[in-house]
């Protein structure tokens, strides 16, 4: 156990205050790998669709700890950590494989696809000297398991035997929320990795903000496209981790003023020369083109117009975030709804047009924050709760994030 | 042959100076109306993934892209140099090349990175203008944002 003694109690009452520390503090983040992430939570692990074949494994990272998550050979999913049982060297190297057996390649020890290991290079030795003890029991070694569980194609792993079961933990609004967009099999368009220069947390927090996203971003605003905004919404769970936020946009129609602007072409500022991309088709049939949802603590599920993409938070140190997007469709799209999703890929990602800024923006914080400690940020837009509002000008969904925080850190 | 070689090794010269000098608009002008630009991991692109951090169909995409650089987007002062290796070019038609690239990011606080190498593969119309270009980037991880474009 860590001794986070040192921190501050926390600045009270409720969560409108939020102490710079927690961004900032190595003991804290330590306590967060222990009793977050190999704690009573499920953390997302990869889409089903990245691993479609029976014997076959992915590497992924649960905080950051290394996991394999794997198919045995009958098709159902396990997950362990990616440590070998010997001296701890990674079981498997680089993204993944398929096979009966993953061979760790440092001493040849090797395990099946439950994560049990199986063998041990010269058990017996060489010419009967040297080898393991007699009573060396392999079934008592072997990599840390964890609980998997799947929903709409998503993978979740915990090491906690206490988390209830993922349908459970997820609610039913998030659930709802998740077969919503991923009902049909799908279709993966690919992978994008972005280092961040900031702690997880402030990602997090940036993605549960409804309130900044027409501050900081300005791109629908520039190119006189917000006016299309009709109505939106911001619903957070009992717990306060997980939260969905919503708008409808009329963008599945082309909006004739708005292509007559575009006539005039792109020497004429302040209208897109080419608005197929904000040309959204109303694929669910809602007219909801924006769904953000996460998935306490680090899981985040993206509907902007037709891109759709997972995103996974990974610590990787106090101050350094690794974020991996996956990109997908369905495998029924048509070849206009396909392009469609390649051309919205460019509304969001390493180089979003509309939210590119949220790569930085954690990093101003981080940098904003540094000899901050024993102050605190202010989280009061909205109110002091985390109950569900309309509108998005509130920051109901952050402090949710830090309700559920606290609970599970017992801070 | 050598004088297509210099046409194409002065064209991605003249690619990487209106990058570097922060002259976007002339950079825009080395493309054909009717072309494809796209920036893709050499992961996505190796397992045939069709997904790109940036993807413009036609020029009037890659001047959108501009000018929600100049006028919409948020990003740190921060300026490229290029360092682009000599071209294999393909005589055609239509011409194609591929060359090797280096991308310092310097921002405006001081600090200098290798922020991209990669490579650029492109295929040209009979004015030498880019038809279609796809910058495959070796790093698998995007420091921060992609703003301005490799």
Redesign the interface.
């Known amino acids: 156990m860590q001794d986070l003694s040192r921190l501050p109690a926390w600045p009270g009452p409720g969560l409108t205050r939020v102490p710079f520390e927690v961004y900032r503090d190595r003991a804290l983040y330590e306590a967060e790998q222990e009793r977050l992430f190999r704690g009573p939570a499920w953390h997302f692990l990869c889409m089903e669709a990245e691993l479609p074949e029976p014997a076959s494994w992915r590497t992924t990272f649960v905080g950051e700890t290394p996991v394999i998550v794997s198919r045995d050979g009958q098709g159902a999913l396990h997950a362990f950590e990616n440590r070998c049982a010997h001296r701890g060297a990674l079981i498997c190297l680089g993204e993944g494989g398929r096979g009966r057996r993953i061979q760790c390649v440092y001493h040849a020890w090797n395990y099946d696809l439950e994560g049990n290991l199986r063998g041990v290079a010269f058990e017996g030795g060489i010419d009967g000297a040297g080898g393991m003890p007699e009573g060396f029991d392999k079934s008592r070694h072997g990599p840390r398991k964890l609980r998997v569980a799947a929903w709409c194609g998503l993978v979740f792993g915990t090491f906690s035997p206490d988390v209830p079961d993922l349908e459970t933990w997820l609610g039913p609004e998030i659930c709802a929320r998740l077969a919503r967009v991923l009902g049909r099999p799908v279709r ?10 900031n702690n997880w947390k402030l990602y997090v927090e940036n993605v549960k903000d409804s309130y900044h996203a027409s501050l ?1 971003h ?2 629908f ?3 006189r496209l917000n006016r299309l905004t009709q109505e939106g919404g911001v619903e957070v769970d009992e717990s306060g981790g997980h939260h969905v936020s919503w708008s409808r946009m009329q963008t599945d129609r082309p909006n004739e003023d708005y292509e007559k602007g575009g006539l005039r ?2 020497k004429d ?2 209208a ?3 608005p ?2 904000i040309h959204g088709r109303d694929e669910f049939g809602d007219g909801v083109s924006l769904q953000i949802l996460t998935v306490f603590p680090t899981f985040v599920s993206q509907q902007v117009q037709n891109a759709l993409a997972v995103r996974q938070v990974v610590p990787k140190g106090v101050d350094r975030t ?1 974020l991996l997007w996956t ?1 997908y469709g369905f495998e029924d799209d048509d070849p206009e709804l396909a392009e469609q999703r ?2 919205q ?2 509304l969001v ?3 979003g ?1 509309i939210s ?2 949220d ?2 923006v954690g ?1 101003f914080v981080q940098r904003g924050a540094a000899g901050a400690d024993g102050l605190d940020s202010v989280v009061e837009m909205g109110g002091a709760g985390t109950e569900s509002q309309r509108g998005r000008a509130t920051e109901t969904s952050v402090r949710g994030f830090w309700k559920a925080w606290r609970a599970v850190m017992g801070l | 042959m050598s004088g297509l070689q210099d046409e194409v090794d002065g064209l991605f010269a003249r690619y990487a100076m209106a990058i570097d000098d922060d002259r976007l608009e002339d950079w825009l002008e080395l493309f054909a109306e009717d072309c494809r630009y796209r920036i893709a991991s050499r992961d996505n692109v190796e397992a045939g993934l069709p997904v790109s951090v940036v993807y413009a169909d036609g020029r009037a995409m890659l001047a959108d892209r501009v000018s929600a650089l100049r006028r919409a987007n948020i990003y740190e002062a921060q300026r490229y140099r290029h360092v682009i290796g000599r071209a294999l070019v393909e005589a055609g038609p239509p011409v194609t090349a591929r060359a090797g690239y280096h991308v310092a990011r310097i921002m405006r606080e001081g600090d200098v990175m290798l922020f991209s190498t990669g490579e650029y593969r492109a295929a040209f119309d009979e004015a030498l203008r880019i038809r279609e270009m796809t910058v495959v980037y070796d790093n698998a991880r995007i420091d921060t944002l992609l703003a301005l474009p490799l």
């Open positions: 993966l368009l690919g992978r994008h990795r972005q280092m961040l220069p900081l300005s791109f605003a520039t190119f072409a792109w500022d302040y897109l020369a080419d197929r991309l690794e990109y390649l051309l890929a460019n990602g390493p180089a047009f590119m800024e790569g930085a990093g």
